[in-house]
């Protein structure tokens, strides 16, 4: 199994910055991509940034320009830099990985969510 654990989340000005970490532990043979996802009171949960093992990124609409994911790999650990904050940001935010716990067998796997809050 893999656990992912995430940190960094909190309360924030609007105009602001955060950051978001997420390393994954357990047996893990290989990670073909790392990222998060959002999910707001009332709305489904929706991709924000995702990074594969190979450094590509793909970001969604709404965040491009102000949030920017990266890697460690050696670390198995993602972060999400998360600046010039909205209220529409405000969110419980997954981090979420495909990883394979041997040569065959792969899988999704979620954290327990991190809040971010906006303050306009």
């Known amino acids: 199994q893999v656990q992912l654990v995430e940190s960094g989340g909190g309360l924030v000005q609007a105009g602001g910055s955060l950051t978001l970490s997420c390393t994954a532990s357990?047996?893990?043979?290989?990670?073909?991509?790392m990222g998060w996802y959002r999910q707001a009171p009332g709305k489904q949960r929706e991709l924000v940034a995702r990074?594969?093992?190979?450094?590509?990124?793909n970001y969604a609409d709404s965040v491009k320009g102000r949030f920017t994911i990266s890697a460690d790999n050696a670390k198995n650990t993602v972060y999400l830099q998360m600046n010039s904050l909205k209220p529409e940001d405000t969110a419980v935010y997954y981090c979420?990985?495909?990883?394979?716990?041997?040569?065959?067998?792969?899988?999704?796997?979620w954290g327990q969510g991190t809040q971010v809050t906006v303050s306009s």
């Open positions: 979420n990985t495909y990883a394979y716990t041997d040569s065959f067998r792969g899988g999704s796997y």
């Open positions: 357990g047996v893990i043979f290989s990670i073909t991509t």
């Open positions: 990074i594969t093992s190979g450094d590509s990124t």
